[in-house]
């Protein structure tokens, strides 16, 4: 019985130690920050989006894994004043042709693979979903203390956001919208 009893005592501290190397790190969202970046051939517009929630896994302090629901009805435009065009490319990055947020108002990031790169910076695979449109993307992704930096390219072609694209549409001229647009994130957990 005493043998059993260490064992007990021993699969415990054993099990503490394996969970308590395991942590979840839910993000602040109210101090988390994406911001974009999209551009068109005679100009640009820049803006920033909300999270929703979020969470970074570790283990032993290394990066495993996350994931991301961003609340796609808060996008905004800051380069443009009120009553300067500000409303109406909020309202037109809303519509259906862009984001459609009645419909899709979120979008999410789940991390597929980690792998570290170099010290405390990691590369990043995962499934990113827009409009119900789920695609891979890659990124690397700084952690440090209690926060974590990236910036990648999206190809909004790729999620059904053809509007005023040059690789879809002729003859736009000025018009045309570049495909990509920049995200930079910036997180706080």
């Known amino acids: 019985m005493k043998n059993f009893k260490t064992i007990v005592v021993a699969l415990v501290v054993a099990l503490g130690t394996i969970t308590a190397s395991a942590q979840d790190k839910k993000i602040n969202t109210s101090s988390s920050k994406i911001s974009w970046v999209g551009k068109k051939v005679t100009g640009q517009h820049e803006g920033t989006i909300n999270f929703k929630d979020g969470v970074l896994n570790f283990k032993n302090g290394k990066l495993t894994g996350g994931n991301f629901t961003v609340d796609m009805t808060s996008i905004t435009v800051t380069d443009l004043k009120a009553g ?10 809303k519509a259906a042709d862009f984001f459609g947020t009645d419909k899709h108002a979120t979008s999410k990031l789940v991390f597929k693979s980690v792998k570290v790169k170099s010290g405390n910076v990691y590369t990043v695979t995962a499934d990113l979903t827009i409009k119900n449109i789920t695609k891979p993307v890659t990124f690397d992704l700084t952690v440090n203390n ?35 647009f920049e995200l930079t994130v910036n997180l706080k957990f």
């Open 84 to 93: 300067e065009g500000k409303e109406k490319l909020e309202g037109h990055l």
């Open 146 to 180: 209690n926060s974590a930096t990236t910036a990648f390219n999206v190809d909004r072609t790729k999620y059904g956001i053809e509007y005023k694209s040059g690789s879809i549409f002729d003859g736009l001229g000025d018009n045309m919208i570049y495909d990509e």
